[in-house]
């Protein structure tokens, strides 16, 4: 019996100390090839295959909003071997648009870092007599109710932000929602919308071109794309921030060591001088920190998100 035991616990040992990949990784993207999503997936795993000397191999996983890819990661063996990257949609937002996942995001999930943020733009068409926040403000105040904004989606983060832009300005819109980002443009260059909340990479085309207008930047900082527009803090409406995010995650119950040694790797990428230029070309600010900073982000953005969610009424389509 004291033989056996050796044995095992030997072996426990070996299998501790075994260095983490000695196989290669799936890299699940819950979205289709060629979206912002599989670009920044495969930036990663491109990198992380040079980094640890694994193949790190991608895996898309589309449908259901996300949710058939999330699946595949929770009924995953817990080892390190199956990451995904979610988004604030798929952690923060649908566990309180969809009543029955089939997985629980705080229980089945664990974070390993925080990979980008994509900070939104309010735009508008020219013909919104507002060139500011302050005057949009105004003139929405002046005429509560007969302004409008379009979003990508329900449930959408560009729906979001237009719900959280009226609850924290206190204004009334009406949401016009689109199935997909080119429609909703297409829609505000054309004058059918007169709002709508998208990132700087989509707008800045027709902003140059003088087709739609930008009033306020949702993040702490300008961006270097369209340095001339304030931030909503700058405007007058402190605090204001929306944005999208992206974080690499894995099943829960992987080993502390496994997820250290991925949070290192993904923080020394996300500092690589080549991999911040192509992020900028995406208008994707990395992150990084710790694997804690990232846990304390995700309880912090469900908190805020749901509230919207549940403020607004919002349903699923």
Not at 29 to 46: C, F, K, M, Q
Request: aromatic share 8%.
């Amino acid at each position: 019996m004291a033989l056996f035991f050796a044995a095992t616990l030997a072996t426990s040992a070996r299998a501790q100390a075994e260095p983490y990949p000695t196989r290669p990784v799936r890299f699940i993207v819950p979205s289709t090839p060629a979206g912002p999503t599989d670009i920044l997936v495969r930036l990663l795993a491109e990198n992380l295959t040079k980094s640890l000397r694994q193949q790190f191999i991608v895996d898309n996983r589309p449908g259901a909003a996300g949710r058939i890819g999330l699946d595949t990661v929770a009924k995953a063996a817990p080892d390190g071997y199956t990451l995904f990257l979610g988004s604030q949609g798929n952690l923060t937002v649908s566990p309180f648009l969809y009543r029955k996942l089939p997985y629980d995001t705080e229980r089945d999930f664990a974070p390993i870092v925080l990979a980008t943020r994509v900070r939104y733009l309010l735009l508008a068409h020219p013909a919104v007599p507002a060139n500011n926040l302050k005057d949009l403000l105004a003139q929405m105040r002046a005429k509560p109710g007969q302004m409008n904004y379009a979003s990508i989606g329900v449930g959408s983060s560009s729906h979001l932000a237009g719900e959280l832009f009226k609850k924290a300005a206190n204004v009334s819109l009406l949401h016009v929602p689109y199935k997909g980002a080119a429609p909703a443009l297409t829609d505000l260059v054309g004058g059918q919308v007169q709002l709508l909340f998208a990132s700087p990479l989509a707008a800045s085309p027709y902003i140059n071109g003088g087709r739609i207008k930008a009033i306020a930047i949702a993040a702490p900082t300008r961006t270097p794309l369209l340095p001339d527009v304030a931030t909503f803090d700058e405007s007058g409406l402190p605090g204001f921030e929306a944005s999208t995010w992206f974080g690499v995650m894995t099943r829960s119950g992987v080993p502390k060591a496994v997820i250290a040694t991925l949070n290192e790797s993904i923080n020394r990428i996300l500092r690589m001088e080549d991999v911040r230029t192509r992020l900028a070309a995406l208008d994707a600010e990395p992150a990084g920190g710790t694997s804690k900073a990232f846990a304390d982000f995700l309880i912090s953005e469900r908190v805020k998100w749901g509230a919207v969610v549940k403020d607004a009424g919002i349903k699923p389509e």
